[in-house]
């Protein structure tokens, strides 16, 4: 089955500074990468995704790369603001209609950006 | 748009009781969703796989038994905790999907999370 990888699991950084978070995959047969934020006491909100088509996806401070050569796609975040302090959750998945069509997820980065 | 609703969002039972969680997706239809399970401090756990108007599938591990899953329309799926115990004290969340089966790679939305407590 499929295996994600994420690194680091705990991430400090100075208000206004960048965060970099990466993930890497095991199947070569999934094509959906999304990431998801957790804030403490709540689920996880998806915040970001990519689709193996694609190599860089951007929504205003948040980015995702994708590299699928190497199995490996990254969550970038810019200019960092106390509220993105959380746990940020990479995940992949294969295909709808085969086999385990289900979310992997990594073990989880904490973010904590201080002020 | 896309929201998932669970509840209740917290409960504390005795050990030898059952609970039951509920998860509506509120402005969409969700043939498949998911239930998941997250101990503190770690990543999330697939229990089991709900389909509507079928039985749902388990992960290896999961006692089907145990974790009775029903869904029983296209906007409600639930989750009953048979004869909890103490080790079933957990942050139990559901996950639900846009679209059909005919949907291609439709993002997974999640609710907000049952903290269950088993005394």
């Known amino acids: 089955g499929e295996n994600v990888e994420q690194h680091p699991s705990t991430l400090s950084v100075q208000e206004g500074d960048s965060a970099v978070i990466k993930c890497t995959y095991s199947?070569?047969?999934?094509?959906?990468f999304p990431w998801y934020k957790q804030e403490l006491g709540k689920g996880p909100q998806l915040i970001i995704d990519?689709?193996?088509?694609?190599g860089e996806k951007k929504d205003q401070r948040i980015a995702v790369t994708l590299n699928k050569t190497a199995k490996h796609f990254s969550l970038h975040i810019t200019e960092t603001q106390p509220e993105d302090s959380a746990v940020y959750f990479c995940?992949?998945?294969?295909?709808?209609?085969?086999?385990?069509?289900?979310?992997?997820f990594g073990k989880g980065t904490l973010l904590t950006v201080n002020p | 748009g896309a929201v998932v609703s669970q509840h209740p969002s917290r409960v504390i039972c005795k050990s030898g009781t059952s609970v039951k969680i509920e998860c509506r997706s509120l402005d969409f239809q969700a043939t498949t969703m998911f239930w998941y399970r997250q101990f503190p401090k770690q990543s999330l756990m697939l229990m089991a796989t709900?389909?509507?108007?079928?039985?749902?599938?388990?992960e290896q591990g999961v006692e089907k038994d145990k974790f009775l899953i029903n869904h029983a329309s296209l906007t409600l799926s639930t989750l009953t905790v048979t004869s909890a115990h103490p080790e079933d004290s957990s942050f139990y969340i559901c996950s639900a999907s846009v679209g059909s089966e005919s949907s291609y790679n439709s993002p997974l939305h999640f609710g907000n999370g049952t903290r269950l407590t088993v005394t």
């Open positions: 990519i689709r193996s088509n694609v």
């Open positions: 709900s389909n509507e108007g079928s039985k749902a599938t388990y």
């Open positions: 199947d070569s047969a999934s094509n959906y």
């Open positions: 995940a992949a998945r294969r295909p709808r209609g085969g086999s385990n069509y289900k979310l992997t």
